[in-house]
């Protein structure tokens, strides 16, 4: 089993920056990708930013490209995203979620894709 423990989250004014973390301890840490996801009250969970754990690739949804960046510490087996110029409508709960399979085709933006999840955090941001 693993397990995500995500923290960073809190209350900020528009147009300022946090930085969430997600921490995973258990089983031998090789994911094959590592994402985050955002869900707003009323909305479905969606899509934010995603890498492949071994490699450079980073993945981010429109809303947040140019903003928002995914990072990750393999020594500490920790993921992070960073978020700068934060709007109003970024304000949800902030999940990350871990892939370990390693067939088959990763579509990292599909829930479904991701094998563990973190408890979130939420992130609200005033206007």
């Known amino acids: 089993q693993v397990q995500l423990v995500e923290s960073g989250g809190g209350l900020v004014q528009a147009g300022g920056s946090l930085r969430l973390s997600c921490a995973a301890s258990?089983?031998?840490?090789?994911?094959?990708?590592m994402g985050w996801f955002r869900q707003a009250p009323g909305k479905e969970r969606e899509f934010v930013a995603a890498?492949?754990?071994?490699?450079?690739?980073?993945y981010y949804s429109d809303s947040v490209k140019g903003r928002f960046t995914i990072s990750r510490d393999n020594a500490m087996n920790t993921v992070y995203l960073q978020m700068n110029s934060l709007k109003p409508e970024d304000t949800a709960v902030y999940y990350c979620?871990?892939?370990?399979?390693?067939?088959?085709?990763?579509?990292?933006?599909?829930?479904?894709?991701?094998?563990?999840w973190g408890q979130g955090t939420q992130v609200t941001v005033s206007s």
């Open positions: 258990g089983r031998t840490f090789s994911p094959y990708g």
């Open positions: 890498m492949n754990w071994r490699g450079s690739s980073t």
């Open positions: 979620a871990a892939r370990f399979r390693w067939s088959g085709r990763f579509n990292y933006q599909s829930r479904d894709d991701y094998d563990y």
